[in-house]
């Protein structure tokens, strides 16, 4: 009851539906269509009775399932051309002899609307505060160029006045047939309309109808949206890939709803992630990661930030969040509900645990790429080292290869954080084969271009799997060690610790790869059998189904 107004709400839905059969009573995310509108009505609080008029049994036993009374509609009211107003005026004067009551205010709701929220229908509900108003209707904008057709004269004609810009066409409307809200006095067998009528305008997604099945699929699309909260950052001393890593996720995610959760102290991160035009909050300190969490409500927390803590994990998983963690050898990794590593090797006991290559996420720079081309000559040499390079790796790898009979193009790219860059390139600028670059974009194109990779053996060795770039590795650090994908099976050449390489075996190494054709093919090959392009879909078959084990348990 809203202001002593008793409220009615009506659902007509008839049995038999052309776009899609049986519609009202197919799962529409695992419930009947028609579940939604009689929960929207349900759920509102003003809103006193819901009636639902069908023609239909199993419509009717399913409303009655959901708490809702039925008018059996007569052969009279249940054909093709009668119209909505006069099923309306039915249900409204038959529930009224039930109830020996009337109602003040019925409202009409189409269930084809399952996106419409409660709140909008309250709002819409007081609306009638103010005593003229004799209707309320749900719209939604619908500014277009339209043009209509005259059958007389068989021609198209613009119903517009001016050609312009969208946003700068005059206000349009739309109905959407949600609601329709009228004062019990101006609803009879032809019509439900007053003449006083306001609108409450809806947004794009509460305004879809379904009405085929195209609708259907947007819609449950939709309901089986996640929220996700993704927990990472990037900084000169950290460097990006674990930022791109789920920059290159969330470009996936067009189904669910993310927010990236940053450390305020790391801008780099935040400006990598504006560049995407991805939603994100910054935080400072553990306390304020969780006050956004409860702000944004999401279902999924996704962690990329090297070795959690047991403290913070346990946190997490006192608020009742699904919790994905990526290449996390920390303790709270034990915590995590999935624990996707694509490198890093992990006891074999942990259940929660998803590792090689098959859940690595490629950047969408390196999909559509084509694989290279191995030629008998090598013209092109690419050093790369993963994240700021700390042992100068590059140029103790150049000054190898500068060192030896190969005469042709070097290019290295370093981190942002690469200490002393401006003397590195000094040091080298006099070299015209020479080239040092620093924070660039489009790595897969150097990457395509070069004969031959030399790298650490980091992540990078999967965007040269995924181009098939015969590749020569080194560990840079102890973790680098635990990297199981660098080996000659996936068409890499592993140097072991760079500590133990002397500059002679390096040398003796590349200079076989560069004057033996076979072995580089015989290493493109290898990695040209690596499937490297489904590990989003991978994760995500994981998460769907552990998701759903979480939420039957919690």
């Not at 119209?83 to 084809?112: G, H, R, W």
């Not at 004062?183 to 609108?199: H, L, W």
């Not at 102290?265 to 995407?276: A, D, P, R, T």
């Not at 959690?308 to 346990?314: G, H, I, L, R």
Request: hydrophobic residues 40%; charged residues 25%.
């Amino acid at each position: 009851m809203f202001n002593n107004n008793k409220i009615l709400v009506v659902i007509p839905a008839k049995g038999v539906s052309k776009g899609i059969p049986r519609k009202y009573v197919r799962l529409l995310n695992n419930k009947p269509l028609i579940y939604y509108a009689i929960n929207i009505a349900k759920s509102s609080q003003y809103v006193d009775d819901v009636v639902v008029t069908t023609d239909d049994s199993e419509i009717a036993s399913i409303s009655e399932k959901f708490g809702v009374s039925v008018i059996r509609r007569s052969k009279e009211l249940s054909g093709e051309d009668i119209p909505l107003d006069a099923v309306v005026f039915n249900a409204m004067v038959q529930k009224e002899k039930s109830a020996f009551d009337e109602y003040d205010i019925v409202i009409t709701m189409l269930p084809t609307s399952p996106l419409l929220k409660t709140q909008t229908l309250d709002n819409a509900i007081e609306n009638f505060d103010d005593f003229s108003l004799e209707s309320v209707i749900s719209v939604v904008e619908d500014k277009q160029l339209f043009w209509g057709y005259d059958d007389d004269n068989k021609i198209y004609f613009p119903k517009y006045i001016e050609r312009c810009n969208r946003k700068d066409l005059p206000s349009s409307f739309r109905e959407t047939g949600a609601i329709i809200a009228t004062r019990r006095g101006f609803i009879n067998e032809i019509s439900c309309i007053g003449e006083n009528i306001d609108v409450i305008e809806l947004s794009d997604e509460e305004a879809i109808t379904v009405d085929d099945f195209k609708d259907w699929w947007i819609v449950e699309t939709i309901l089986q949206r996640k929220r996700i909260g993704i927990v990472v950052n990037a900084n000169n001393e950290i460097g990006t890939r674990r930022i791109d890593n789920c920059l290159a996720f969330a470009s996936k995610l067009v189904s669910h709803e993310f927010l990236f959760i940053l450390d305020e102290k790391h801008k780099l991160g935040q400006n990598l992630v504006e560049k995407f035009g991805f939603n994100f909050k910054i935080y400072n300190g553990h306390d304020a990661i969780y006050n956004i969490l409860e702000e944004f409500a999401p279902q999924i927390i996704i962690n990329d930030v090297s070795d959690t803590t047991e403290e913070y994990m346990s946190d997490l998983k006192e608020r009742g969040y699904f919790v994905a963690n990526f290449d996390d050898l920390g303790v709270g990794s034990n915590l995590a509900d999935v624990v996707f590593d694509s490198l890093y090797e992990h006891d074999l006991s942990d259940t929660n645990v998803y590792t090689g290559q098959k859940f690595h996420i490629l950047k969408d720079e390196f999909y559509f790429q084509p694989h290279k081309v191995i030629t008998q000559d090598v013209d092109n040499i690419l050093i790369m080292v993963d994240g700021n390079d700390p042992k100068h790796l590059s140029e103790k790898f150049l000054e190898a290869i500068l060192s030896t009979t190969y005469e042709m193009k070097i290019n290295i790219i370093v981190g942002r954080g690469y200490e002393n860059i401006e003397q590195f390139i000094s040091n080298y600028e006099s070299n015209p084969l020479v080239q040092i670059y620093q924070n660039v974009p489009n790595v897969s194109d150097f990457m395509f271009k070069a004969d031959i990779l030399v790298t650490s053996a980091s992540k990078i060795m999967y965007d040269a799997c995924a181009l098939g770039v015969p590749t020569i590795c080194v560990y840079q650090n102890d973790l680098e060690t635990s990297h199981v994908f660098a080996n000659s099976a996936n068409g890499i050449l592993n140097l072991g610790d760079v500590e133990s390489l002397t500059k002679q075996e390096f040398v003796n190494q590349f200079l076989e790869l560069v004057n033996n054709h076979d072995l580089r093919l015989n290493m493109h090959n290898k990695m040209k059998s690596i499937d490297l392009q489904h590990g989003y879909e991978n994760i995500c078959a994981v998460v769907t189904e552990e998701y759903r084990k979480f939420a039957m348990n919690k």
